[in-house]
């Protein structure tokens, strides 16, 4: 793998992005703030206090991952596959000096980097409102940057084995919606059964949400297990997305 021709795949991807990024941008970012509204305002007016926070100070900082988690998700899921099947552009890419282990490299990068990017927008969005209490939650960003190339390799993993774009409803109903619900955005998860507890240790977004909370309150350093769980779970799942997408690609 060269990282320069893998950047050169990234910048083909943000050239794109900067001539459509006003629909992208309406996308990723209405849906968080829809969110926060309904669950902070709405939800709010019964459940007044969380671990000693406003309700929708509790949940502000989990729209910061849940944001920058559906913005990797998308890119590398289903604009991906777009790519790779109907426009044919991995095909025009892999016929220049660029390699697969380049092509995905680039593809990773690029999710990643939209997932660090969508999780500012929120921030600041969020920041604005007065629902962060520390500036310290610009730490967050290399996190985002980290947890972004997490969720870009498994949606690279599953797009080397899904059948056809319609299978894309499974990856989400089955997989990413209870990732999103049970990963302590809107709830804790001190109250629920011990198994499901011990489930949500697993899932990267739980550990986000951790960080985006603890960083937006101005206590950086009380989560240094959760960074250090999302650092080699990147490294754990990285070679996967090169070896499986290899062999989807290569026939």
């Known amino acids: ?13 943000f050239t794109v992005f900067t001539k459509l990024y006003k629909s992208s941008l309406a996308l990723n970012f209405a849906e968080p703030i829809v969110y926060l509204w309904a669950m902070g305002l709405g939800l709010g007016a019964y459940v007044k206090e969380i671990h000693g926070m406003p309700y929708i100070n509790f949940i502000a900082p989990g729209m910061i991952a849940s944001s920058s988690m559906f913005a990797a998700v998308y890119e590398c899921s289903y604009g991906t596959f777009v790519r790779m099947t109907f426009q044919k552009t991995f095909d025009a890419i892999l016929a220049t000096p660029v390699n697969i282990y380049d092509l995905v490299a680039g593809e990773l990068m690029w999710g990643a ?15 604005g409102f007065g629902l962060v209490d520390s ?18 390799e498994i949606s690279m993993i599953f797009v080397s084995v899904v059948p056809g774009i319609d299978s894309f409803n499974y990856f989400f109903t089955l997989f990413m919606t209870p990732m999103f619900l049970f990963s302590g955005i809107f709830f804790p998860l001190d109250n629920l059964p011990p198994l499901v507890a011990k489930i949500a240790y697993l899932i990267p977004l739980y550990h986000l ?19 250090l769980w999302l650092l080699v779970v990147a490294v754990v799942l990285a070679p996967f997305p090169f070896r499986m997408m290899k062999k989807r690609i290569v026939k």
């Open 1 to 13: 793998m060269n990282l320069r021709r893998a950047f050169r795949v990234w910048q083909r991807n």
């Open 113 to 127: 980097f939209k997932s660090m990017l969508y999780g500012l927008i929120i921030m600041i969005v969020i920041s």
């Open 135 to 152: 500036a310290a939650v610009i730490a967050a960003l290399p996190v985002l940057f980290i947890s972004g190339i997490i969720f870009a």
């Open 209 to 227: 949400v951790n960080i985006c909370r603890s960083f937006s309150q101005g206590n950086v350093m009380v989560v240094w297990q959760d960074m």
